[in-house]
Nanobody, 127 residues
Framework: QVQLVESGGGLVQAGDSLRLSCAAS????????MGWFRQTPGKEREFVAS????????SYADSVKGRFIISRDSAKNTVYLQMNSLKPEDTAVYYC????????????????????WGQGTQVTVSS
């Protein structure tokens, strides 16, 4: 089992950047594929970005492609989401997720694949 704790959210203006972090507990971080999702009130949680367990593959939602970058540091048991050129429509609670028993080079975009979730961090982008 793994526990996930997100940080780095906040209030920024349109065009600014933020970096979210997700710290994972346990010694098996390198065996998990990781993902970031987001949710706004009244809407389903949606995929943002994911990275394979070996860091070789990434996947992005079309809405963030070219602006967001996902990365992982196995030495620190941490996955990051660098968010650039933020827009008001990026406002949401952002969740980190972990998928065990992942294929080495696969990045998973489907929410149902993920077994573990963090508590979320709020990102608010003002216009």
């Amino acid at each position: 089992q793994v526990q996930l704790v997100e940080s780095g959210g906040g209030l920024v203006q349109a065009g600014d950047s933020l970096r979210l972090s997700c710290a994972a507990s346990g010694r098996t971080f390198s065996s998990y594929a990781m993902g970031w999702f987001r949710q706004t009130p009244g809407k389903e949680r949606e995929f943002v970005a994911s990275i394979s367990l070996n860091g070789a593959s990434t996947s992005y939602a079309d809405s963030v492609k070219g602006r967001f970058i996902i990365s992982r540091d196995s030495a620190k048991n941490t996955v990051y989401l660098q968010m650039n050129s933020l827009k008001p429509e990026d406002t949401a609670v952002y969740y980190c997720a972990a998928k065990p028993q992942a294929y080495r080079g696969r990045a998973y975009s489907e929410r149902t694949y993920y077994d573990y979730w963090g508590q979320g961090t709020q990102v608010t982008v003002s216009s």
